[in-house]
Nanobody
Framework: QVLLVESGGESVQVGGSLRLSCTAS????????MAWFGQPPGREREGVAG???????TYAKSVEGRFTISRDNAKNILFLQMSSLKPEDSAMYYC????????????????????WGQGTQVTVSS
């Protein structure tokens, strides 16, 4: 059993910054790949950023240079530092984890992740 709990989502103005956190508990190890997904209202859930156990990362092109994914393996916490936020970044953000390795040649895909959190809402307004 793996439990993922996201936090840090809130309303912010265009150009602002946020840091999302995801605390993992249960049968999860530092070898797991983890990722953030975003789901805007009425749209599909899409991969935003992913990170392997060795720290290798991958990002969606829309967030490259603005978002940074990181993890604290000792505390089982995943982070997403978001900066230069745009209205199109508004979405419910979900944390995901999987015991398999992460493909680094593309943004994370839903089908590659077994465990999911409940989400945290980010709203960017002008």
């Amino acid at each position: 059993q793996v439990l993922l709990v996201e936090s840090g989502g809130e309303s912010v103005q265009v150009g602002g910054s946020l840091r999302l956190s995801c605390t993992a508990s249960g049968v999860i190890g530092s070898s797991y790949s983890m990722a953030w997904f975003g789901q805007p209202p009425g749209r599909e859930r899409e991969g935003v950023a992913g990170i392997q156990s060795d720290g290798a990362t991958t990002y969606a092109k829309s967030v490259e240079g603005r978002f940074t994914i990181s993890r604290d393996n000792a505390k089982n916490i995943l982070f997403l530092q978001m900066s230069s936020l745009k209205p199109e970044d508004s979405a419910m953000y979900y944390c995901a984890a999987d015991p398999r390795g992460l493909r680094l040649d593309r943004a994370p895909a839903q089908k590659d992740f077994l465990h999911w959190g409940q989400g945290t809402q980010v709203t960017v307004s002008s």
